[in-house]
């Protein structure tokens, strides 16, 4: 064998190796492919844009965009523009639990203290107050978080609202908050992907069930259900009244909860094109 032919072969296994590499990467990296029929491997769902306020347990806190300028958000790329809603997506700060409200009484949610907690206790637990991001969060009226902010679930609320009906609180707080509670509308439409009608009637909450679920690392369901800020009143006779909060409860479905302590999920809105 001449050392022009050994010179060629060995050029020839090089090449050979560097295009199966790079067709190995791209196949793992961008499709989905079984080998001999017994192994398959499906590519990752993408994560969606993430950003990264505050630290819990030694950990950077991870929120994912959800909708931009009011719609839902399916890209990518983090956008340079537009008012931007994260929710946090960190895991273990999932496990982090409060109750609604502290006392079984009739309150809005602009009264109840999960407010208060997420004002407070919650900014020192998240170490959020001398955070750059938390400090150009663009908070949100009360007057704002009240509208669609009333949900009829299964005809309890009110018999002036039709079952399962959307509906607008009021408030004359001239308070805003930087961290707040999703309503049922915004969890259907920017966490589910569904779109409340002229009708304001959500009747197909179930068809995103799967969206709305909380998972661990694992990918494994957690046994937590989280709150919503869309509430109504109860009233079993004249002297038992109190405050009834909507969760989307293990398994994504919705469900109402008063004296638990339940999963705290916050968002904010933030200018885009300060990130």
Not at 25 to 38: E, K, Q, Y
Not at 54 to 80: C, H, M, R, S
Not at 124 to 132: A, G, M, P, Q, V
């Amino acid at each position: 064998m001449t050392k022009t032919f050994k010179m060629l072969t060995t050029i020839s296994f090089i090449a050979m190796a560097i295009v199966l590499t790079f067709v190995g990467v791209w196949a793992i990296t961008d499709l989905d492919f079984s080998v001999g029929g017994d192994i398959t491997y499906t590519a990752p769902e993408p994560k969606g844009p993430i950003i990264t306020m505050g630290e819990y347990q030694g950990e950077a806190v991870e929120w994912k965009l959800i909708a931009v300028d009011g719609q839902k958000f399916n890209g990518e790329t983090l956008p340079t523009s537009g008012i931007g809603t994260f929710i946090i997506s960190t895991v273990n700060c999932i496990y982090i639990t409060a109750y609604f409200h502290d006392e079984l009484e009739m309150v809005e949610y602009e009264d109840a203290s999960i407010r208060d907690y997420l004002k407070n206790e919650y900014v020192s637990t998240l170490n959020l107050s001398s955070d750059t991001t938390y400090n150009k969060i663009k908070a949100r009226t009360m007057k704002d978080l009240a509208v669609d902010a009333g949900y009829n679930y299964n005809g309890l609320a009110s018999s002036s609202h039709a079952d399962n009906e959307v509906y607008d609180k009021t408030s004359t707080s001239t308070e805003s908050d930087k961290l707040w509670l999703l309503s049922v509308k915004e969890a259907y439409e920017w966490l589910g992907g569904g779109v409340v009608g002229s009708d304001n009637i959500i009747s197909d909450w179930n068809t995103y069930r799967e969206n709305y679920q909380l998972k661990d690392k694992d990918q494994a369901y957690m046994s937590l259900n989280y709150w919503l800020r869309s509430l109504f009143w109860y009233q079993e006779d004249p002297f038992w009244e109190e405050t009834i909060a909507m969760t989307v409860s293990t398994d994504g479905t919705l469900e109402s909860l008063s004296d638990v302590s339940c999963a705290v999920r916050p968002a904010f809105n933030i200018d885009l094109s300060l990130l």
